[in-house]
């Protein structure tokens, strides 16, 4: 079963920083470019950031650049999400969303796993 | 940064079609998906940029662009319809960044 399970969200103080981590199975982690989403609560979505199946390119969203770093690991099928400098604005539930092609972009996403919730709260 | 504007809500009788409207500058030159999320849960595409649509999905849910607008229809509507429907879109500058519309919630009467 082709499937994406983050983990590593929490509380933390703002400007406080947190990993979120995307564990990839059922599928050849190597081969997709891979997606961050995030959702406030009761709002819409928004996309954070992304990366091309090698991690050699990256795109991140105005609200995120300079304190947000992705990164993926295709040895042990796993994406990644440095979260630095964390605001209140950035309270969300975090999901990972597979590309359907090798880049992160151009292509839809296919596949999300359930989300792992950040809080940044004093 | 680009903006995609949709209606907060549409409100559609079952049986018949729901019409889902996504504004953006000269959207019709844009490769356009849209996502499905009902509560509670992850988002799921239900048309792609070509208009197709993934195993799963009727064929009552359909694609379209032109000019400023991408409309998303979804014909004979059904209990099951009810949620969040967004837009897509790829940014054109260099690091191609994903834009969502600002979503609508579908309402079945």
């Known amino acids: 079963e082709v499937q994406l399970v983050e983990s590593g969200g929490g509380v933390v103080r703002p400007g406080g920083s947190l990993r979120l981590s995307c564990a990839a199975s059922g599928f050849i982690f190597e081969e997709n470019g891979m997606n961050w989403v995030r959702q406030a609560p009761g709002k819409g979505l928004e996309w954070v950031s992304g990366?091309?199946?090698?991690?050699?390119?990256?795109g991140y969203a105005d609200s995120v650049k300079g304190r947000f770093t992705i990164s993926r690991d295709n040895a042990k099928n796993s994406l990644y999400l440095q979260m630095n400098s964390l605001r209140a604005e950035d309270t969300a539930l975090y999901y990972c969303?597979?590309?359907?092609?090798?880049?992160?972009?151009?292509?839809?996403?296919?596949?999300w796993g359930k989300g792992t919730t950040v809080t940044v709260s004093s | 940064s680009y903006v995609l504007t949709q209606p907060p809500s549409v409100s559609v009788a079952p049986g018949q079609t729901a019409r889902i409207t996504c504004g953006g500058n000269n959207i019709g030159s844009e490769s356009v998906h849209w996502y499905q999320q009902k509560s509670g849960q992850a988002p799921v595409l239900v048309v792609d940029?070509?208009?197709d649509r993934p195993s799963g999905i009727p064929e009552r849910f359909s694609g379209s662009t032109s000019g400023n607008t991408a409309t998303l229809t979804i014909s004979r509507v059904e209990a099951g319809d009810e949620a969040d429907y967004y837009c897509?879109?790829?940014?054109?500058?260099?690091?191609?960044?994903?834009?969502f519309g600002t979503g609508t919630k579908v309402i079945v009467l």
């Open positions: 940029e070509e208009n």
């Open positions: 969303a597979r590309s359907t092609g090798d880049l992160y972009y151009y292509y839809y996403m296919d596949v």
């Open positions: 897509q879109v790829w940014g054109s500058s260099s690091d191609h960044p994903g834009v």
């Open positions: 990366l091309n199946w090698n991690g050699g390119r990256t």
